[in-house]
């Protein structure tokens, strides 16, 4: 009989013990219903503090879709501050000049602020689509910066004055950066509206080009030419650029660019009676 050998009890015991790399670990699950991934992220953090630090010998490891999330907003947040970095080196050699790159990158910060506003007031979080939207946006606003620059920088250098030069340059660039600005926005506008089922998961996208847009449009328009106004006071109007064959720049060798002038044939160098100056009579002699 077992109770001569033994005591009987009720009690508890593991119905699976799990193991890795021989080291015995518990998994602690739960669904996610009616929050977001970052904010239940937050909300674990938060209730690890609160429980104090582990026993000696346990440690805590958050897995599943937290970590991979975290890796992946951190690659996108270094790639995009990488490519800010790119373009106003890549902008400052081909305008030969930093502040123009400055002011070429100057709508930047307005597409940051009104992805974070248009996002903020839909409710909608950050996530993939929403940190695509905000890529894009800042290549067309780039792109409508390095245009209005180099209006403003041709303006200037054939004489207007820096808030004459800016300003030419905003009338000039006016319908053309309204013109993509609007484009863009129409097209997003389905997106973000979301009316076809399972578009919900794209809706961000739109939202972030339809906000970043709209600020930036205004940021490039309103906030670059008083921009290339300030940085440039007290700049020389002549070209930085060391190339002797450029007619804009300090160096240009006008003798020497003209004797790479290529120079008319032979036949049309001889002169000829009806080419004498005036009271001159041409003579030929003859064999």
Known sequence: MIRDVAKTRLGTTPGQIDRS?????????????G?????????????????GAPPRGVRVQVRGQVAPMKEMFRSLAVG??????????????????????????????????GVATGLWLTGTTLNIESFMGAIMCVG????????LATFMLENWRQGSTLADAAVQGAQDR???????????????????????????????????IISGLLVSTFATLL?????????????PRASPSLDPDDPQSRHYDA?????DAPRPPSSQRLSSPDRSPPGVTPRFSGD
């Open 255 to 259: 003798s020497a660019a003209n004797a």
């Open 80 to 113: 995009l501050s990488l490519s800010v970095v790119v373009i106003l080196v890549l902008l400052t050699g081909y305008f030969q000049s930093l502040r123009l790159g400055l002011v070429s990158i100057g709508s930047i910060p307005g597409v940051v602020s």
């Open 21 to 33: 790399s021989m080291q015995r670990y518990l998994s602690i699950t739960a669904n996610v219903e």
């Open 140 to 147: 067309v606003s780039v792109a409508n910066s390095v245009l």
């Open 174 to 208: 006016l319908r053309p950066i309204l013109m993509t600005a609007i484009a863009m926005l129409l097209g997003a506008m389905p997106m973000a509206l979301a009316w076809e089922k399972g578009s919900e998961m794209t809706a961000p996208l739109g939202i972030a």
């Open 223 to 235: 906030i670059a030419p008083p921009l290339f106004s300030i940085l440039l006071r007290g700049v």
């Open 35 to 51: 929050e977001d991934l970052g904010r239940a992220a937050r909300q674990i953090q938060a209730a690890l503090a609160a429980a």
